[in-house]
C-alpha cells in the first residue's frame, strides 16, 4: 500500500497545484484516498477527498491517471459533491411526500369502501396512485441523471482547462474497450448517470483545438 501512496501522490501533488492555481479558492486540504477495489475507477466524495481505485492505478499509464484526477478535482472545484448531496436530501424529502401521498390515497381507498363505493372506483383510486408514483419517480430519476451528466461535462472541461484534457481523452478512449454503452436502451440512456464516452472524448477533442 505504501507503494502505491509513493506512486500516486506525487501524481496528484501535480494536478493539485494546477487546480488551485485555477481555482484560488479551492480547498487546501483535500485528501487523496486509495480503494483496493480492482475495478478501474475514481470519485470525488464529501467535500474534500478523491479515491481512486487500485483497479484505476493498474490500468491507466501515469499520465492518464494524472487526466482522471484532474477530473475527480473539478468536481470538487465546481461544488459537485455539495449539489449531489443537495440532490440526495431533496430525494429523501420525495419518498416522504411520496409515502404521504400513498398513504391518502389508502385512506381514499378505505372510505370509498365504506361508503359503498362500487369496484370501479377503488380500480380508480389505485390506478390513479400507480401512475403519479411512476411518473413522479422516473421524472426524479431524470433530472437527478441530467445533472449528474452535466457534472461530469463540467469536471471534464475543468480537467482541460488545467492541462490535462489529452491524458483525460487517453484514459476515456481507453475505458471504450470494455464500454458497453452502445447496447444501453433509449431510458437506460436518460437515466444513465455519465455521459457516453464518444460524446466525452469528443468534446475533450474540441476544447484542445480550441486551446492550441
Same mark, same amino acid.
Given at each position: 500500500?505504501?507503494?502505491?501512496?509513493?506512486? =500516486?501522490? #506525487?501524481?496528484?501533488?501535480?494536478?493539485?497545484?494546477?487546480?488551485?492555481?485555477?481555482?484560488?479558492?479551492?480547498?487546501?486540504?483535500?485528501? =487523496?484516498?486509495?480503494?483496493?477495489?480492482?475495478? #478501474?475507477?475514481?470519485?470525488?466524495?464529501?467535500?474534500?477527498?478523491?479515491? !481512486?481505485?487500485?483497479?484505476?492505478?493498474?490500468?491507466?499509464?501515469?499520465?492518464?491517471?494524472?487526466?482522471?484526477?484532474?477530473?475527480?478535482?473539478?468536481?470538487?472545484?465546481?461544488?459537485?459533491?455539495? !449539489?449531489?448531496? !443537495?440532490?440526495?436530501?431533496?430525494?429523501?424529502?420525495?419518498?416522504?411526500?411520496?409515502?404521504?401521498?400513498?398513504?391518502?390515497?389508502?385512506?381514499?381507498?378505505? !372510505?370509498?369502501?365504506? =361508503?359503498?363505493?362500487?369496484?370501479?372506483?377503488?380500480?380508480?383510486?389505485?390506478?390513479?396512485?400507480?401512475?403519479?408514483?411512476?411518473?413522479?419517480?422516473?421524472?426524479?430519476?431524470?433530472?437527478?441523471?441530467?445533472?449528474?451528466?452535466?457534472?461530469?461535462?463540467?469536471?471534464?472541461?475543468?480537467?482541460?482547462?488545467?492541462?490535462?484534457?489529452?491524458?483525460?481523452?487517453?484514459?476515456?478512449? =481507453?475505458?471504450?474497450?470494455?464500454?458497453?454503452?452502445?447496447?444501453?436502451?433509449?431510458?437506460?440512456?436518460?437515466?444513465?448517470?455519465? #455521459?457516453?464516452?464518444?460524446?466525452?472524448?469528443?468534446?475533450?477533442?474540441?476544447?484542445?483545438?480550441?486551446?492550441?
Amino acid at each position: 500500500i505504501q507503494a502505491d501512496k509513493d506512486y =500516486l501522490i #506525487p501524481l496528484f501533488e501535480e494536478v493539485y497545484e494546477q487546480a488551485k492555481i485555477k481555482n484560488d479558492k479551492l480547498s487546501k486540504n483535500i485528501t =487523496l484516498f486509495i480503494n483496493q477495489d480492482m475495478n #478501474p475507477n475514481a470519485f470525488a466524495c464529501a467535500s474534500n477527498t478523491v479515491c !481512486v481505485t487500485k483497479g484505476a492505478m493498474n490500468t491507466f499509464s501515469r499520465e492518464e491517471l494524472q487526466g482522471v484526477l484532474a477530473h475527480e478535482l473539478g468536481h470538487i472545484s465546481n461544488n459537485d459533491t455539495k !449539489v449531489s448531496m !443537495v440532490f440526495l436530501i431533496g430525494n429523501f424529502l420525495l419518498i416522504g411526500f411520496a409515502m404521504i401521498f400513498n398513504f391518502i390515497f389508502w385512506c381514499a381507498g378505505i !372510505v370509498v369502501s365504506i =361508503l359503498g363505493g362500487n369496484n370501479m372506483i377503488l380500480r380508480f383510486v389505485k390506478w390513479f396512485k400507480k401512475i403519479v408514483s411512476q411518473i413522479g419517480s422516473m421524472l426524479v430519476s431524470a433530472i437527478f441523471a441530467l445533472n449528474s451528466r452535466n457534472c461530469e461535462r463540467g469536471a471534464d472541461k475543468f480537467a482541460s482547462d488545467i492541462g490535462f484534457g489529452i491524458e483525460l481523452k487517453n484514459a476515456l478512449t =481507453l475505458l471504450k474497450t470494455v464500454d458497453t454503452s452502445s447496447d444501453m436502451s433509449l431510458m437506460e440512456r436518460i437515466y444513465a448517470s455519465h #455521459p457516453d464516452l464518444d460524446e466525452r472524448i469528443s468534446r475533450l477533442e474540441q476544447l484542445e483545438s480550441i486551446e492550441s
